[in-house]
C-alpha cells in the first residue's frame, strides 16, 4: 500500500511563529497539523499560571489560532493533535468547544482531551510506594525539594492519542505528551502499527524529531550556508509523508521560503541529541545511527532505514520546582576602551556589592561584544570595540540580596567609569526562578490513569 | 613517503613540495547545530563534504574537544554518526547549572556548536586546499 499520511508541523514551542499553522493548513494538502508548545520548563510557567488563574495553565495563543483555522480545519478535514494543554488540558479542550460554537461548528469539532500525566497530587502517594523520583542529574531524592514542587508531569507516549484517534476525535488535546508521540500518535491510527513493531515505532519517532522544533528542519537556524537560504519572511514549516513502512519524506508547501535538504535535516537530527543508539521515548528506542537520507528533489529528503528497540519500563517525569531568586543587569560602554571601562564598572559593582554584605550563590559577568558566547575562545578583543554591554546576573535563594542588586546598576550611570548609556529599560526585574528536575517512574503507576475524552462541541 | 618523493626526483619530474598537514579550524570542515539537556549541551558536529568526515573521526577526539573547552566544561563524551556524517558531542557542566538557573546569555547552549567550530585540527594539505575553496 503506497498510501502516504501528510503530518504538518505547526509550532514548534511556546512562542513560535503564529502565521505558520494557519499557512500550513491553508497552503497545500495535510492530513495532521502537530503542534508542540512544551520546553523543559514551559509546564512549571503554566503552573504558576493556573495558581493565580484556575481557567488558566495551557498554551492561550493556541485558542486565537484555532478561532482562525477551525472553519479550514474542519472543511478539509485536518486533524489537530496538539500538546497545548499544559497543565490544565480540560480548560483548554473546553476554550476549543467554545471557540467551535463561536464559529457555528457545533457537531463538527470533537476534542479528545488527554489527562493523567499530571501527578502533581499523587506525589506523596508515590513517594510513601518507595518511588524516590530522583534527579536523574544529580540523583538527589526528591524528598529535599518536596516542599517547592510546583508541577509534575509524565511524559506520556502514543497510546491516548491513537485511542482518541479512534473515537474520531478531530482536535487532540494533552498535558505532557512527548514531542515526538505527537507525530506518532497519528502514524500509528493511520497505519495500524504494532506498538511493538519497533523499528516502526523509532522511525515514527524520528519523523516526529525532525518536525516537533518547526522551522529548525527547514532552513531555519540552519548553519550550513545560510545566506542561501530564500525567504525566510514566509519559512515554510516542515512536513512529514509518512507511509506504512516506516520510511517518509521531509518537504514543505510549495510556495513558501526556507529550504529542506540534508544539511537541514542533519541540523535538526543532532539537535539535543544524546547517545544516539539510544534515543529514549515511552514508545520505543531509536537509533539515529540507522538513519539513511537522501535528497529526492527540490525541498524534499528521503528518510529510511529506521531501526529502534523495545521500550523501557520506565517514564520520564517532569518535575518543576521553586529554586530562588536572579536578576540580570546590563550597560553599555562606549568607545574609546570600551571593554577596559566595562572591566573596572565590573570591579565598581562589585565591590559596593561586597561592602553591602550581600550574599549570592553566583555573581556572572559577561561582556557582550567580546566573551558572552564563547568565553575565553574569542581571544582578546580588539581595542577599538566600537562598544561593550556589560551584563551581570545574580542568583540567591532569598529575595532581599536580588531586589538590592537591581538598585545598584543604575547608580553606575553618574558614579562609574565614562562614556556609558543603554539604561533606558529601568531597574532589571527579579525573577523567580523554578528550577526542572528530571526523574523516572514506573509506567505502571502512570499509564492506568491515563484517560480519554471524547467531547463534543 | 619521502621515499617515494625522492624516486620521483631522481626520474626528474616536477614533484610537489612535501607539504605538511595544514591547521585548519572546524568551520571549514563541519557545520554544527547545539542544545541542552539540563547541564550538558550537545553539539552535533556535521562533515561538510563526505570526505572530510574520517579527518574529524581521527582529529576531533574527546580528549581535544576537552582540551578546547577546558574551564568551560567538566567532562566530554563522544559519539560517532557515520550515516549522518556527524560526530555528538556531550559536553557535562557546560551550562552554568543550565535550564533556568544559569545566568549564561547562552544558558541553553544554543551557540556551543559555533564555540567547537573555533576549533584547529592538523588536516591532509590537499584537503585543507579543497575545504578553503569551497569556503571562499
Given at each position: ?10 509550532q514548534g ?7 505558520a ?10 492530513d ?5 508548545y512544551?520546553a523543559?520548563?514551559?509546564m512549571s510557567?503554566?503552573q504558576k499560571?493556573?495558581?493565580?488563574d ?5 498554551a492561550?495563543?493556541?485558542?486565537p ?7 479550514d ?11 497545548a494543554?499544559?497543565?490544565n488540558?480540560?480548560g483548554?479542550?473546553?476554550?476549543v468547544l467554545?471557540?467551535a460554537?463561536?464559529?457555528?461548528l457545533q457537531?463538527k469539532?470533537r476534542?479528545g482531551l ?6 502533581l ?14 534527579d536523574?542529574?544529580s540523583?538527589?531524592?526528591l524528598?529535599?525539594?518536596?516542599d ?5 508531569n509524565?511524559?506520556?507516549?502514543l497510546?491516548p492519542?491513537?485511542e482518541?484517534l479512534?473515537r474520531?476525535a478531530?482536535?487532540?488535546?494533552t498535558g505532557?505528551?512527548t514531542?515526538t508521540g505527537?507525530?506518532?500518535g497519528?502514524l500509528?491510527h493511520e497505519f495500524?502499527?504494532a506498538r ?11 519523523a516526529?524529531h ?6 529548525q ?6 548553519m550550513?550556508d545560510?545566506r542561501k537560504?530564500r525567504g ?10 509518512a507511509r506504512?513502512d516506516?520510511s ?13 535538504n540534508?544539511a ?6 543532532v ?8 534515543y ?5 528506542v531509536?537509533?539515529?545511527t540507522?538513519?539513511q537520507?537522501?535528497q529526492a528533489?527540490?525541498?524534499r529528503?528521503e528518510v529510511s532505514?529506521?531501526r529502534?528497540?523495545?521500550?523501557t519500563?520506565k517514564l520520564k517525569v517532569?518535575?518543576a520546582?521553586f529554586?530562588g531568586?536572579?536578576?540580570v543587569?546590563?550597560?553599555v ?9 566595562a572591566r573596572?564598572?565590573d570591579q565598581v559593582l562589585r ?7 550581600l550574599e549570592?550563590?553566583q ?5 557582550v ?6 568565553g ?8 577599538d570595540?566600537a562598544e561593550?554591554q ?9 529575595r532581599?540580596p536580588v531586589?538590592r ?6 547608580p553606575?550611570?553618574l558614579?562609574g567609569?565614562?562614556?556609558v ?7 532589571p ?6 528550577a526542572?528536575w528530571?526523574?523516572?517512574i514506573?509506567r505502571t503507576?502512570i ?6 475524552d471524547?467531547?463534543?462541541? | 613517503?619521502?621515499?617515494s ?13 612535501a607539504?605538511?598537514?595544514a591547521r ?5 570542515l563541519?557545520h554544527a ?7 550538558t549541551a ?7 563534504e563526505?570526505?572530510?568526515?574520517p579527518?574529524l573521526v581521527k582529529?576531533?577526539t574527546r580528549a581535544?574537544?576537552?582540551?578546547h573547552?577546558r574551564?568551560?566544561?567538566?567532562g566530554?563524551e563522544?559519539?560517532?554518526l557515520?550515516n549522518l556524517?556527524?560526530?555528538n558531542f ?5 551550562l552554568?547549572?543550565g535550564?533556568?538557573i544559569s545566568l ?12 567547537l567550530?573555533?576549533?584547529?585540527i592538523p588536516v591532509?594539505a ?6 578553503r575553496?569551497g569556503?571562499?
Open positions: 500500500m503506497n498510501r502516504t499520511v501528510r503530518i504538518a508541523a505547526g514551542f511556546w512562542g513560535d511563529w503564529l502565521e499553522p494557519v499557512r500550513q493548513v491553508r497552503g497545500g494538502p495535510i495532521y497539523l502537530m503542534m508542540d512544551l523543559e520548563v514551559t510557567i503554566m499560571q493556573r495558581s493565580r484556575p481557567a488558566m495553565g495551557y492561550r495563543d493556541f485558542i489560532l484555532m478561532e482562525r483555522m477551525l472553519p480545519v474542519v472543511g478539509k478535514g485536518v486533524r489537530v493533535v496538539t500538546n494543554g499544559g497543565v488540558p480540560r483548554c479542550a473546553e476554550a467554545a471557540a460554537r463561536k464559529l457555528g457537531g469539532v476534542v488527554v489527562t493523567g500525566d499530571d501527578i497530587g499523587r506525589l506523596d502517594e508515590l513517594l510513601a510506594k518507595g518511588h524516590p523520583l530522583k536523574l542529574d540523583g538527589r531524592p524528598t529535599d525539594i518536596r517547592k514542587v510546583l508541577s509534575a509524565a511524559y506520556l507516549g497510546a492519542i491513537v482518541a479512534a474520531g478531530n482536535v487532540i488535546v505532557r505528551v514531542d505527537l507525530t506518532l497519528p500509528v495500524g502499527w511493538d513493531d519497533w523499528d516502526r515505532i523509532a522511525a515514527g519517532t524520528i516526529g525532525i518536525i516537533e522544533c518547526g522551522a528542519s527547514s532552513g531555519g537556524n540552519l550550513r545560510w537560504v525566510l519572511e514566509n519559512p515554510g514549516f516542515p512536513i512529514a509523508e506504512s516506516g517518509f519524506a521531509i518537504t514543505k508547501h510549495p510556495g513558501t521560503g526556507g529550504v529542506v540534508l537541514s535535516v542533519k541540523e535538526q537530527l539537535y539535543e541529541m544524546g547517545d544516539p543508539h539510544n529514549i521515548t515511552p514508545d520505543g531509536a537509533d539515529f540507522s538513519i537520507l537522501r528533489g527540490k525541498d529528503v532505514g529506521i529502534g528497540g523495545p521500550r519500563d517532569s518535575i520546582y529554586y531568586y536572579k536578576a543587569g546590563t550597560l560602554y562606549s568607545w574609546p576602551d570600551a571593554y577596559e571601562k573596572r564598572a565591590g559596593r556589592l561586597r561592602d553591602l554584605g549570592f550563590e555573581v556572572l559577568t559577561e561582556f561584544g567580546v566573551n558572552a558566547t564563547h575565553r575562545l574569542a581571544g582578546a578583543p580588539s581595542p570595540l561593550v556589560l551584563r551581570i546576573g545574580v542568583r540567591a535563594r532569598e532581599a531586589e542588586f537591581t538598585r545598584e546598576i543604575a553606575l550611570v558614579t567609569p565614562p562614556s548609556t543603554g539604561f533606558a529599560g529601568g531597574r526585574a527579579v525573577e523567580e526562578i523554578v526542572y528530571p526523574a523516572l514506573d503507576e499509564e492506568p490513569h491515563v484517560h480519554v471524547v467531547l463534543q462541541a | 613517503m619521502s621515499t618523493t625522492s624516486s620521483r626526483r631522481s626520474r626528474g619530474r616536477a614533484a610537489p613540495p607539504r605538511p598537514p585548519l579550524q572546524l568551520h571549514l563541519a547545530r547545539s542544545g541542552d539537556k539540563g547541564d550537545n553539539v552535533g558536529l556535521i562533515a561538510l563526505p570526505e572530510y568526515y579527518v582529529e576531533v581535544r574537544v576537552a582540551r573547552f574551564g568551560m566544561v567538566s566530554v563522544r559519539f560517532e557515520p556524517g556527524a560526530l556531550l559536553l557535562h557542566g557546560a552554568d547549572g535550564g533556568t549564561k546569555t547562552d544558558a541553553q547552549g544554543k551557540v556551543y556548536s559555533t564555540a567550530l573555533r576549533m584547529e591532509p590537499a584537503l585543507a586546499r579543497r575545504a575553496r569556503a571562499s
